[in-house]
């Protein structure tokens, strides 16, 4: 059974930092590209970041690019997303997911993430 | 990169059909077949109902079906039960190499 973890969330002040994990079990997590989705409270899903399955390739939504940077590590079958420059705009319940087909297919429960002074 | 765009709510009674659409542009939804669906209960984990336009999970009823006309696709629920009462998002590939989401709609089954 797939099992996607997330943690690292919290409450940051604004222009903190903050690194997200998604631990991953029940697949062949080297095999897989991986996502980072978020919701912000009261509103809809947004993807974030895309990553292949080497690290090798990376893609960021227009309003993250520069400030998080996706990475994994398939040896320990962990995904990350390290987070700078937060502001109270990126307080969201962020997701990992697994790819299929450019579409989203197992997901973990997320991580609240709360950027406020 | 805009959301795609979807009707805020939809609502049926038990045992009728619903659909709920999804359009983008042709860089979007209308330019690949990577539109997947997802129903999304508050407090859980988001479910993949729907990818490639057309295609159902293992697991998934086969009561939820997807099609896509141009810009575009649509959700359909035929014979509504009360579990399906959710918020759905329609997802797509799109030209920039990223993804987007559609705004999200809430599904009422009355």
């Known amino acids: 059974e797939v099992h996607l973890v997330e943690s690292g969330g919290g409450s940051v002040q604004p222009g903190g930092s903050l690194r997200l994990s998604c631990a991953a079990s029940?697949?062949?997590?080297?095999?897989?590209?991986m996502h980072w989705v978020r919701q912000a409270p009261g509103k809809g899903l947004v993807w974030v970041s895309r990553?292949?399955?080497?690290?090798?390739?990376?893609n960021y939504a227009d309003f993250v690019r520069g400030r998080f940077t996706i990475s994994r590590d398939n040896a320990k079958n962990t995904l990350f997303l390290q987070m700078n420059g937060l502001s109270a705009e990126d307080t969201a319940i962020y997701y990992c997911?697994?790819?299929?087909?450019?579409?989203?297919?197992?997901w973990g429960q997320g991580t609240l993430v709360t950027a406020s002074s | 990169q805009s959301a795609l765009t979807q009707p805020a709510s939809v609502s049926g009674s038990p045992g009728q059909s619903i659909t709920i659409s999804c359009t983008g542009t042709?860089?979007?939804?209308?330019?690949?077949?990577?539109v997947s669906w997802y129903q999304h209960h508050p407090g859980k984990a988001p479910r993949l109902m729907i990818y490639?336009?057309?295609n159902r999970p293992s697991g998934v009823s086969n009561h939820f079906s997807g099609s896509k006309s141009g810009n575009t696709a649509s959700l359909t629920i035929s014979g509504l039960q009360a579990e399906d009462e959710a918020d759905y998002y329609c997802?797509?590939?799109?030209?920039?190499?990223?993804?987007?989401f559609g705004t999200g709609t809430k599904v009422t089954v009355l």
């Open positions: 997911a697994t790819n299929r087909d450019h579409s989203f297919e197992y």
């Open positions: 997802a797509s590939y799109t030209s920039s190499s990223t993804l987007v």
């Open positions: 990553i292949n399955t080497d690290g090798s390739y990376t």
């Open positions: 042709s860089s979007d939804v209308g330019g690949y077949n990577y």
């Open positions: 490639d336009v057309t």
């Open positions: 029940g697949f062949t997590f080297s095999r897989n590209w």
